[in-house]
């Protein structure tokens, strides 16, 4: 079971806002800054989803909406917080409801976005009604190695 994410007043945080698009390669790079490398391509895969459903299933690509992103980094742990201006979302609890939901709105794309957050992350947990996201990964002393590399 990985930690909690730290408060405010235990970790520094940083954070970054912008309109909703899908083009991340920049957004991507800033917060794989303190990914170690060997875990780069599997986080980089992870945070892409979830800042996809943020701007295209959250915002629905509105470019008046933003996507705001906190971050932080200890010795072992990785976290972000992952927050966009839609109206929420009824969100899996676990990995096994994220491979078997079903969205009639999209059928054959859901589902398989937050099936990859389950598996890439080890904490992995929504608020404000499915408007935002935590995400936490241990990278030092894992469960297991990187799934790609």
């Not at 970790?11 to 909703?20: A, C, G, H, N, P």
């Not at 945070?47 to 629905?60: I, W």
């Not at 059928?107 to 904490?123: K, N």
């Amino acid at each position: 079971m990985i930690a909690t994410s730290p408060s405010a007043q235990q970790q520094k945080w940083d954070t970054l806002s912008f309109v909703s698009t899908l083009y991340l390669q920049p957004v991507l790079e800033l917060l794989l800054r303190d990914v170690p490398a060997p875990w780069q391509a599997e986080i980089r895969l992870g945070l892409q989803e979830a800042l996809v459903n943020a701007a295209k299933h959250g915002n629905r690509l509105d470019p008046a909406k933003c996507i705001s992103v906190k971050y932080t980094a200890s010795n072992s742990h990785l976290w972000w917080v992952i927050a966009d201006q839609g109206s929420g979302f009824s969100h899996p609890s676990s990995c096994s409801e994220a491979r078997d939901s079903n969205c009639h709105s999209h059928p054959g794309e859901c589902g398989r976005g937050l099936y990859i957050l389950y598996q890439i992350f080890d904490q992995v947990t929504w608020y404000n009604g499915g408007c935002e996201l935590h995400l936490g990964k241990v990278v030092r002393q894992p469960r297991r190695l990187p799934l790609i590399r």
